[in-house]
Nanobody, 124 residues
Framework: QLQLVESGGGLVQAGGSLRLSCSAS????????MAWFRQAPGKEREFVGG????????YYAEAVKGRFTISRDNAKNTVSLQMNTLKAEDTAVYYC?????????????????WGQGTQVTVSS
């Protein structure tokens, strides 16, 4: 079982940067694919980006490619999301998730564990 705790959200002006962190407690963190999702009011939770178990490649949604970067540290049980050149449309609650369904990492329904979420608000 994993417990996930996000931190680092806040209010930032458009064009600014934020770094989100997700800390995991529990066993076998490295066996999970880890990803970030976000959910804006009235919308479904959507995939932002993630890293599969044992894969150094990060995968991103088209909307954030070139602006967001995911890093993962299995020794520290952490996954981070560096967000640059933020836009008003990036405003959402951001969630860290863990899944054992490595081929469907972009599908929120496959996730075994979620953090509580952290609010990111980008003012235009």
């Amino acid at each position: 079982q994993l417990q996930l705790v996000e931190s680092g959200g806040g209010l930032v002006q458009a064009g600014g940067s934020l770094r989100l962190s997700c800390s995991a407690s529990g066993r076998a963190f490295s066996t999970y694919s880890m990803a970030w999702f976000r959910q804006a009011p009235g919308k479904e939770r959507e995939f932002v980006g993630g890293k599969r178990r044992g894969d150094s490649t990060a995968y991103y949604a088209e909307a954030v490619k070139g602006r967001f970067t995911i890093s993962r540290d299995n020794a520290k049980n952490t996954v981070s999301l560096q967000m640059n050149t933020l836009k008003a449309e990036d405003t959402a609650v951001y969630y860290c998730g863990a899944t054992l369904d490595h081929l469907r990492m972009n599908n929120a329904r496959t996730y075994n564990y979620w953090g509580q979420g952290t609010q990111v608000t980008v003012s235009s």
